[in-house]
């Protein structure tokens, strides 16, 4: 049984950073993309960041690009977000997902693309 479980979150001021991690177990993690999403109160989730099974590839949506990097350890089976210059609108609940596929060739933007799914981790930005 694949599991993911976030952490890291927590309440900041507008320019502040922190760190998300997403601790995979149950699968080969190396093997799968990886990605993380959010869902602001009241609004529907929404796409982040992914990163290719070797970490040599990233995408962002526009949003966060300059501000945001996600990266992954593969020896130690976990994901990151950096999250700099946070920003108000950066309130969300942040999901990590791990892709259905192995080996994936592209960087999939779209929830659909992904199979698993961590529980969660509450970001507040207060300005």
């Known amino acids: 049984q694949v599991r993911l479980v976030e952490s890291g979150g927590g309440m900041v001021q507008a320019g502040d950073s922190l760190r998300l991690s997403c601790a995979a177990s149950?699968?080969?993690?190396?093997?799968?993309?990886m990605a993380w999403f959010r869902q602001p109160p009241g609004k529907e989730r929404k796409f982040v960041a992914t990163?290719?099974?070797?970490?040599?590839?990233?995408e962002y949506a526009d949003s966060v690009r300059g501000r945001f990097t996600i990266s992954r350890d593969n020896a130690k089976n976990t994901l990151y977000l950096q999250m700099n210059s946070l920003k108000p609108d950066d309130t969300a609940v942040y999901y990590c997902a791990a892709e259905r596929r192995e080996y994936g060739g592209f960087l999939y933007v779209g929830a659909e693309e992904y199979d698993t799914w961590g529980q969660g981790t509450q970001v507040t930005v207060s300005s």
């Open positions: 990163i290719n099974f070797d970490g040599g590839r990233t």
């Open positions: 149950g699968r080969t993690f190396s093997n799968y993309g």
